[in-house]
């Protein structure tokens, strides 16, 4: 079992908005916090306690982490690149590959003014990424929000795969809205992997604000418009936009719970395999040694 420690913690305060991140477990964002002139506290995330450890492969339900060299599913943590077999751990209770390691390690830290930078280096060791990776996010927040970046570099001798994005647990609050745009969506098997790509329906629309559907909901998106809204029912709203090559989305919405998430990524769950079969706009990206591929998202928050 391995385990994330509690380690030190960090805070950016910046206009309203203070945001808490905590590097040795995962490289998370904790908690993302608005003051409002009332002295109201909005928490726009599901708070992550940052006092306790827990397993890395189950992870509380909180706060926001990475997702690198991959996103979502490798359907049996299997896939053939360039000629050779390629075989991942699959993740503890599931048949399939989740999320990458990114979430899984703990980050070292570089505060600065106004924001935090984290780096990770991965070296192949044994069953799993057998490419070596250093990766670096920068969190920075102003009055106006929060920016994120973060950039994936293959130190490996050979060209790999590479995926990657945000996965925010957004605090759920009754009569949150929520609007985006998307122009596909990709059905999903019992267990989570997509399997083809279809094109939006009426029922799978967000063009409008609403509420999210009271069951349980999960659905990955491709084409997006890169910007989605939060609106809360105290008229405080986050606006989500998402960089270029973060053209999917996934929203999972457990019935039932006090979050959601709401996740840019830069492919479908299973993409490499997916694109291996002939689908197109799987989001699978090439990256050769020596190169970087760079995610950007921005969080504008109006809690007057």
């Not at 057998?130 to 950039?151: D, N, S």
């Not at 997509?194 to 069951?215: M, Q, S």
């Not at 020596?290 to 928050?301: F, L, P």
């Amino acid at each position: 079992m391995a385990l994330l420690s509690a380690g030190p913690i960090h805070t950016l305060q910046a206009g309203l908005h203070t945001l808490v991140i905590a590097p040795s477990l995962g490289g998370r964002m904790a908690s993302l916090q608005t003051t409002r002139a009332n002295g109201a506290i909005i928490d726009w995330l599901a708070p992550l306690d940052t006092t306790q450890g827990f397993d890395a492969h189950q992870w509380p339900k909180s706060g926001s982490y990475p997702l690198l060299p991959f996103s979502n599913r490798i359907r049996e943590g299997r896939f053939r690149w360039d000629g050779r077999d390629i075989v991942l751990p699959a993740h503890p209770g599931q048949a399939h590959a989740m999320h990458g390691f990114g979430h899984a390690r703990p980050w070292v830290a570089e505060p600065g003014e106004g924001r935090i930078v984290m780096t990770l280096a991965h070296a192949p060791s044994g069953e799993d990424w057998p490419w070596r990776v250093a990766a670096r996010q920068t969190l920075t927040l102003t009055p106006e929000g929060l920016e994120v970046e973060m950039a994936v570099r293959n130190d490996g001798e050979t060209a790999m795969p590479v995926g990657g994005g945000f996965h925010p647990f957004f605090a759920r609050v009754p009569g949150l809205r929520v609007q985006f745009d998307a122009a596909y969506v990709w059905p999903a098997d019992a267990g989570g992997v997509a399997t083809a790509r279809t094109t939006v329906g009426e029922r799978e629309r967000f063009l409008r604000e609403r509420d999210l559907p009271e069951g349980d909901f999960s659905r990955y998106y491709g084409g997006w418009k890169r910007t989605a809204t939060l609106k809360r029912p105290d008229g405080a709203a986050l606006t989500l936009r998402a960089g270029e090559g973060l053209e999917h989305l996934v929203l999972h919405a457990p019935g039932g719970c006090d979050f959601f998430c709401l996740e840019p990524v830069s492919h479908v769950a299973d993409a490499v395999n997916l694109a291996a079969r002939g689908w197109e706009g799987t989001g699978l990206r090439r990256l050769e040694p020596g190169a970087s591929a760079t995610w950007r998202m921005q969080w504008e928050i109006d809690a007057r």
